[in-house]
């Protein structure tokens, strides 16, 4: 399988770093559970998932900025669509 070159890949490492973070806190949770936590407990190490994964994702969001959407404008490309899929996926991004 051909790996493709994204903006991210410069980050590759330390992204991949910190979802192996990501996923031991997932794992956590789950024994918390397991073993009937104090809700509070679970809940503050939710939190802490949440902002990891968000810290992820607005890494990676930087990147295809500053990388795909910065070079289609550049090149008077597909601006418009690659603005329309920027703004599609800042919208997904800041639901709640």
């Given at each position: 399988?051909?790996?493709?070159?994204?903006?991210?890949?410069?980050?590759?490492?330390?992204?991949?770093?910190?979802?192996k973070?990501?996923?031991?806190?997932?794992?956590?949770?789950?024994?918390m559970v397991?073993?009937?936590?104090?809700?509070?407990?679970?809940?503050?190490?939710?939190?802490?998932?949440?902002?990891?994964?968000?810290?992820?994702a607005?890494?990676?969001?930087?990147?295809?900025?500053?990388?795909?959407?910065?070079?289609?404008?550049?090149?008077n490309?597909?601006?418009?669509e690659?603005i329309?899929?920027?703004?599609?996926?800042?919208?997904?991004?800041?639901?709640?």
């Amino acid at each position: 399988m051909e790996k493709s070159t994204h903006g991210y890949a410069s980050q590759s490492a330390k992204l991949l770093g910190r979802l192996k973070r990501i996923e031991g806190q997932v794992r956590g949770v789950h024994k918390m559970v397991e073993e009937g936590r104090y809700c509070v407990d679970i809940l503050v190490q939710l939190a802490a998932i949440k902002s990891a994964t968000h810290q992820v994702a607005l890494s990676i969001l930087d990147s295809h900025t500053r990388g795909c959407v910065k070079d289609a404008l550049s090149a008077n490309a597909d601006s418009t669509e690659k603005i329309d899929e920027l703004m599609e996926i800042i919208r997904q991004f800041t639901k709640a």
